[in-house]
């Protein structure tokens, strides 16, 4: 039985290959269109000054040369077309029909402003061809044509062109490199922005929320038998709700003004812990705070995502296990700030926004977060160190 094998040959490349494909590629068309007319302004100088000076002696030879030249010079510098190596060659033959032998002649010049439009414009392989091109092409000016030491002025100049073209190049590669790397920089600053706005509005929105309902729940139970208990539960509420609504306009800059005083979203810190724990004490919640150790100096940005982290666990107490005890912990140890947050009762079931959330915190300040059950509640534990590692890095 005959079996057939297919075997893949590796596609074989030659420089051919390599030369031909960077060739059909157009100048650049990023670059100016300064830098064009400009080089086109240069060969026609060039070789005008290079007619004037063949006439009247070899006035065919130079007026037709320098007609050749200007004329594939103009798609080139201002055109682009593909193959520009092409109609540099050509406008080099006829440089070479108007100057021939004479390495006095400013038609030479036209050569190194093409020689250098390549190196500038097209993919590297091509311009250093046009300057090897150009050495021979002088080289043999020199050893077969006419003797004299000019030509080795123009190997120079024709060189020093195409390096410099090169140079200018590499830098306009780093010029374009850096205004992408900044609008990505800009992208990323943005989504982060967005990220932290929506950080906020959710810890926000929800522990007021969370809080005016269990203010509502208890109006609701107490209406009937209690009328005080239930209309002070209400103002409650409402006044949460305000609250609410005030801190969300802060925090999407709708109140930042440089006329009123360039209001700053709301950065709540330790401080603010008691204050919110008897928010859930009001509206009937079961909730202890205990704060260890000397807390005073902390940074404000670790002492804010403290209360966030706070927060947001609060809430979710208040959520999904209703009526449970919540021992809330935060201890300063060895450098670093403990957070413990502990319901007795069962977790339940939610998006997860709160708890990536409290993690994206933790993390932008270099620290952990871990949450799960823990005996028959509910554990969320978070180190932070006293000074966020970036500040850190800084000193």
Avoid at 72 to 89: E, G, Q, W
Wanted: proline letters at 5%.
């Amino acid at each position: 039985m005959n079996i057939s094998r297919s075997t893949s040959r590796p596609v074989r490349r030659t420089i051919i290959d390599v030369f031909y494909k960077a060739a059909a590629q157009p100048v650049d068309r990023s670059l100016s269109p300064m830098y064009g007319r400009f080089g086109q302004a240069a060969v026609i100088g060039f070789v005008a000054v290079g007619v004037a000076t063949e006439l009247p002696g070899r006035a065919a030879l130079a007026i037709g040369g320098g007609a050749l030249a200007v004329a594939a010079a103009i798609p080139l510098f201002l055109r682009r077309p593909r193959f520009p190596i092409a109609f540099a060659v050509v406008s080099t033959a006829g440089i070479v029909l108007l100057a021939n032998g004479d390495p006095g002649s400013l038609g030479w010049f036209g050569i190194c402003v093409l020689g250098g439009w390549c190196a500038l414009g097209a993919p590297t392989v091509v311009g250093v061809t046009y300057w090897i091109a150009n050495i021979a092409l002088i080289g043999a000016e020199w050893a077969l044509a006419v003797h004299d030491p000019g030509w080795g002025a123009w190997m120079a100049g024709t060189t020093f062109t195409v390096l410099a073209a090169l140079l200018i190049r590499h830098q306009l590669t780093l010029v374009q490199q850096m205004r992408e790397l900044q609008a990505d920089l800009a992208q990323r600053s943005r989504i982060e922005e967005r990220s932290r706005i929506a950080r906020d509005l959710h810890d926000v929105i929800a522990h007021s929320l969370t809080v005016s309902l269990l203010h509502v729940s208890s109006a609701r139970l107490a209406v009937e038998h209690d009328p005080e208990d239930a209309a002070r539960a209400l103002a409650d509420a409402e006044r949460l709700t305000r609250q609410s609504l005030a801190d969300v306009r802060v925090t999407v800059g709708l109140l930042r003004s440089p006329d009123d005083g360039g209001l700053a979203p709301p950065a709540p810190g330790l401080g603010d812990l008691p204050r919110l724990v008897e928010e859930l004490r009001a509206a009937q919640a079961d909730v202890s705070l205990v704060v260890d150790g000397d807390l005073d100096d902390l940074p404000a940005t670790t002492a804010s995502t403290v209360y966030r982290i706070v927060q947001e666990s609060l809430t979710n107490a208040a959520r999904h296990a209703p009526g449970s005890r919540v021992e809330v912990h935060v201890a300063a140890r060895d450098g670093h700030v403990d957070v413990d947050i502990e319901s007795s009762g069962s977790a339940g079931t939610g998006s997860g926004m709160g708890l990536t959330s409290m993690k994206e915190r933790a993390a932008a300040v270099g620290g952990t977060l871990n949450a799960g059950p823990e005996g028959n509640g509910w554990l969320v534990h978070a180190s932070l160190p006293r000074v966020p590692h970036s500040s850190a890095g800084a000193s």
